[in-house]
């Protein structure tokens, strides 16, 4: 399979067109942002670590019964995936307080959470990804009921099967953010699952081992990703 037109650039990939209306290919940059593009850095390695990982990850999810993009590794960085079109909501479930979480509510990073939460915010850089509520996303046509119950109930139980897996190679998954995307009129996972988009901590040292240690300039950031890959068996 071969990459045609580019379709998009996002901050962190690439998304290619293929010779199959129904597949796209993926390309994983080595470049960072954060603070919604305020922070632009490179994490040297970072694409081939996000790539490999979001693969085994969704490969896992699958065999669990979770309907995900994902096709076909190409190589170190390239991915072919389903061709969806995006819900454009980020998905955020969180089981440990960090983060935005603890700014807005006033709680200290770190504090385990009674319940695993979920929150929805509006994908939309200009106007820096919203915070946005079930009945606003109805409201908006942003998904109908049935397709939101879905992402609901697949959220949570994507939760469950992570925190179980990261529990084994001792990381906490402190939270994480996905996205959805329809597939010929089905809901599928889409996106990526890496230390992009997930909180990890070393469960004995609360170590970070994800993309904070670049947002807040702690330091051994391509280091964190090194353990992360290796932990999960790979490399
Ligand atoms: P937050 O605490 O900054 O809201 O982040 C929650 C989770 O979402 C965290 O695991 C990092 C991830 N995330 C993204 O994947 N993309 C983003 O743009 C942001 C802000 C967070
Ligand atoms: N990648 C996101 C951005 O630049 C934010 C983040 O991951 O912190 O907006």
């Given amino acids: 399979m071969e ?6 650039e996002g901050k962190a990939k690439k998304v290619f067109k293929t010779d199959d209306p129904d597949l796209f290919i993926i390309d994983y940059k080595d470049d960072a942002t954060a603070f919604n593009g305020l922070k632009k850095g490179t994490i040297a390695g970072k694409g081939v670590v996000n790539n490999r990982m979001s693969n085994l990850m969704f490969s896992m999810l699958e065999k669990e019964g979770v309907p995900t993009h994902f096709v076909k590794e190409l190589s170190d960085r390239e991915t072919v995936v389903k061709n969806v079109s995006i819900v454009p909501l980020e998905v955020i479930v969180r089981n440990t307080a960090a983060g935005s979480f603890s ?38 046509d942003l998904a109908t009921k049935e397709e ?27 939270d994480f953010k996905i996205e959805y995307g329809r597939f010929h009129g089905q809901i599928i996972l889409a996106d990526e699952i890496s230390p992009d988009t997930c909180r990890f901590w070393d469960v004995n040292t609360h170590e970070k081992l994800d993309k904070d240690r670049f947002r807040r300039d702690l330091g051994g950031v391509e280091e964190a990703y090194a353990e992360i890959m290796k932990r999960i068996g790979l490399n």
């Fill in 3 to 8: 990459k045609k037109e580019m379709l998009y």
């Fill in 103 to 140: 700014k807005r509510f006033g709680v200290e990073e770190g504090r385990k959470l009674s319940s695993p939460t979920l929150e929805f915010c509006l994908k939309d850089d200009a106007l820096g990804d919203p915070m946005i509520n079930d009945y606003q996303i109805l409201a908006l």
């Fill in 148 to 174: 939101l119950d879905t992402i609901t109930k697949m959220t949570f139980r994507i939760n469950e099967i992570l925190k179980n897996f990261f529990l084994t190679i001792g990381v906490d998954l402190i």
